[in-house]
């Protein structure tokens, strides 16, 4: 069984920051992406950042430059930090591990971030 936990989502004022980050219990041996989507009610989840093992990442453009993804050297625990926060950017966020041979996703229950004056 993998779990998928993630932790410091919360409450900040546009411009904040806040530092998200998720553990993976699963070897890192058969990790092989690991990633951060969101979710406001009545849209679909969408993709906010991913990191391969070797440390290539991937963005969407509506974050390029105000979010950054990490992972630790253990190489199980991912981390988002989001610089220069909008409202806009608020949402439940999931982090999603894609791991073993045939390529399975495990998701997180999420933590919210809101994004308010």
């Known amino acids: 069984q993998v779990h998928v936990v993630e932790s410091g989502g919360g409450l900040v004022q546009p411009g904040g920051s806040l530092r998200l980050s998720c553990a993976a219990s699963?070897?890192?041996?058969?990790?092989?992406?690991m990633g951060w989507y969101r979710q406001v009610p009545g849209k679909q989840r969408e993709m906010v950042a991913d990191i391969t093992p070797g440390g290539s990442t991937n963005y969407a453009d509506n974050v390029k430059g105000r979010l950054t993804i990490s992972r630790d050297n253990a190489g199980n625990t991912v981390f988002l930090q989001m610089n220069s926060l909008k409202s806009e950017d608020t949402a439940v966020y999931y982090c999603?591990?894609?791991?073993?041979?045939?390529?399975?996703?495990?998701w997180g229950k999420g933590t919210l971030v809101t994004v308010s004056s």
């Open positions: 999603k591990v894609v791991a073993g041979s045939y390529g399975v996703d495990y």
């Open positions: 699963v070897s890192i041996f058969s990790i092989q992406t």
